[in-house]
């Protein structure tokens, strides 16, 4: 089965940046449709942003949408979330997940849908 492992969170102020990544074992990860999501303290798991499997088409959540990037290296089997800009409202536990697709365009945004998580990095924003 996929594994995966985040890191790169931490305790930023408001208005700096971070770049999480997100390390995938097996030999299948070209085969996955990449998301990341957040949960904050007391709130439901949301969607961020997520990339197909070939890496040429990319979604994300209203709130994040000009300030996150998500991007993919399949050579290093390896997605990374670039988050510029950001907020004390982004202060939460970001998790990547795995969704297997049988098509490489294919993105979908529901946690339910993927069916492979890694543990998760904290991101703390100070205001």
């Known amino acids: 089965q996929v594994q995966l492992v985040e890191s790169g969170g931490g305790l930023v102020q408001a208005g700096g940046s971070l770049r999480l990544s997100c390390a995938v074992s097996?030999?299948?990860?070209?085969?996955?449709?990449m998301g990341w999501f957040r949960q904050g303290p007391g709130k439901e798991r949301e969607f961020v942003a997520a990339?197909?499997?070939?890496?040429?088409?990319?979604s994300y959540a209203d709130s994040v949408e000009g300030r996150f990037t998500i991007s993919r290296d399949n050579a290093k089997n390896t997605v990374y979330l670039q988050m510029n800009s950001l907020k004390p409202e982004d202060t939460a536990v970001y998790y990547c997940?795995?969704?297997?697709?049988?098509?490489?365009?294919?993105?979908?945004?529901?946690?339910?849908?993927?069916?492979?998580w890694g543990q998760g990095t904290q991101v703390t924003v100070s205001s």
């Open positions: 997940a795995a969704d297997w697709v049988p098509a490489g365009q294919i993105i979908r945004v529901r946690a339910s849908s993927y069916g492979a």
């Open positions: 097996g030999r299948t990860f070209s085969s996955y449709a």
């Open positions: 990339i197909s499997r070939s890496g040429e088409r990319t």
